[in-house]
């Protein structure tokens, strides 16, 4: 059941909302100054107080999800690579897939976070700041 004014759960994900509340961000905001801020994490949401890093060590899980990720990652780009060409060579398809997996590192950095703190934290409509 769809509750009225609540954020869904799928453009809520895949924009790295709160899971509690689905309005602030798990994320800073990317500063082209600072690429670290691809990988920061907020501590708190801005906007209901739920804390991002329940107990130490919490993503430690999420680096099953990233792997899979990268697992349908490598086996796409070997079915677009073996498409495309006529002479297969395993060395250019290892180059292809690092590079893949480079520039959507970021990507799947932030997607298996926020997939892995949806499985433990649950959508709470009156979610609020105290
Ligand atoms: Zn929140």
């Given amino acids: 059941m769809k509750l009225k004014n609540s954020p869904s759960l799928v453009p809520s994900l895949f924009s790295c909302r709160c899971p509690k509340c689905r309005k602030g961000s798990l994320f800073v905001p990317f500063n082209f100054k600072r690429l670290g801020s691809l990988f920061t994490m907020n501590p708190v949401c801005q906007a209901c107080g739920q804390t991002f890093e329940p107990e130490p060590g919490f ?43 480079i520039l959507l590192l970021p990507i799947f950095f932030r997607l298996s976070r926020t997939i892995w703190i949806y499985i433990f934290i649950r959508f709470d409509s009156k979610a609020k700041a105290d």
């Fill in 59 to 101: 993503y430690f899980g999420a680096m099953f999800i990233s792997y899979a990720m990268n697992t349908a990652l490598f086996i796409l780009v070997w079915v677009i690579y073996s498409y495309l060409t006529s002479n297969f060579s395993i060395v250019t398809l290892l180059i292809l897939m690092g590079i893949a997996s």
